[in-house]
Structure formats: C-alpha cells, structure tokens
C-alpha cells in the first residue's frame, strides 16, 4: 500500500539523460542558425530553414518527453514489482505493521510508568494524578517533546502485569527483580500457551 500522494523522483543521472540531449540539440540547431546567417543572411536563412527548424525544435522537445515518461513509466513498474510481486508490502503487511506500532506503544506506557516509579517516586508513592503530572514533565525535560501519557491505561496495564501496588490510592513500583520474574513468569504462560494453540489448530 503506497501512501496518497507518493510520487517516485527521477535520480540525478535520468534528469541528465532527459536534459542533456534536449540542451545539446538547441546549441545544435542554434549553431546551425548562426552560420546559415552568417554565409546567408537572415532573409535567405529564413525562408530556407523555418520548417526544418521548427521541425527540429519540436523532435527535440518530443523526445525528451517522451524519455521523461518512460523513465517514469519505469520507476512506477520498479516500485509496484517491489511492493506487490516481492511482497515487500501489501495491504496485510500495512495492517499487520500498524498493529505492531501500537502493541510497541502501549509497551512504552507501561515501561515509562513503571520507571518513573521505581526511579523518582517517593517512598510512599504516587497517586494517578502525581504520576501523571512527573511522566509529561519528564518526557518534555529529556527529549524536549510534550506528550499527553494515558495515565489510566498505562496503570491499568502495569496493575495487571502485578509491576505495582496500590494502597490508599498510592501506587507503588515493586522491585525490578520481582518485577522481571513476573515478566518471565507471564511470558513463559503465553508461550505455552501459543504452542498449545498451535498443536490443536494443525
């Protein structure tokens, strides 16, 4: 799937093979005029050259158009073989594609919440709001962007993931060895899991 408005650029090297026989064939022509006036003169030049002339102009100006679109016409076949016969991307791939975009960036909520927790906390915790407020504030010191964090869904996810605990509406981060052991306990139940799958859908 291209995006709307994509367009492919002619190199360096097309635009001089397009250009160059089109500016050589005018300094021809006009070459050719310069020295049927001189052994001529202009009336004389006139009446004997003009169509041959005009013919020339326009073969000339004909055939850099014509190489332009073919050299078009061979970047749009390039690019439609690249995309479609060799599967680089289709419009499954596109989708499948954005849905790893937004898996990665419901990751990021969780791991910068969670950092922000165990790093800046105090030892009593942070309620939604507070940490809310420290991650925006963070994220504009260190990479110079504001963001809007989904604070309620990244809580949400870190509390199923077991990364926090809550009292009185205080949330605090567990200890990164515990916090990589649930990790590795989940993702050793998902994995079982996906195989199991996969035995009884074959």
């Known amino acids: 799937m291209v995006l709307p408005g994509a367009k492919p650029r002619l190199n360096r090297i097309d635009q001089s093979m397009i250009g160059y026989p089109l500016v050589t064939g005018f300094g021809w022509v006009l070459y050719n005029i310069v020295v049927g006036f001189l052994k001529a003169g202009i009336v004389a030049l006139f009446s004997i050259t003009i169509w041959p002339l005009a013919l020339a ?25 690249h995309l479609y016969f060799q599967l680089l991307d289709s419009n499954a791939g596109v989708i499948s594609r954005l849905i790893d975009e937004a898996e990665e960036q419901q990751s990021r909520e969780v791991m910068l919440g969670y950092y922000c927790l165990l790093k800046y906390a105090p030892e009593k915790g942070w309620n939604i709001r507070q940490l809310d407020d420290f991650v925006e504030l963070f994220f504009a010191q260190h990479f110079v962007k504001k963001i809007d964090y989904d604070v309620v869904d990244g809580v949400k996810k870190l509390k199923a993931l077991g990364l926090v605990e809550e009292s009185e ?34």
Do not use: C, H
């Open 169 to 202: 509406g205080m949330l605090k981060a567990i200890p990164i060895d515990d916090a990589l052991k649930k990790l590795q306990d989940k993702w050793a139940v998902q994995l079982s899991e996906q195989q199991l799958f996969s035995k009884y859908s074959k």
């Open 57 to 81: 102009f326009g073969g000339y100006g004909y055939r850099s158009y014509y190489n332009y679109v073919t050299k078009r016409q061979n970047y749009d076949l390039q690019m439609t073989k």
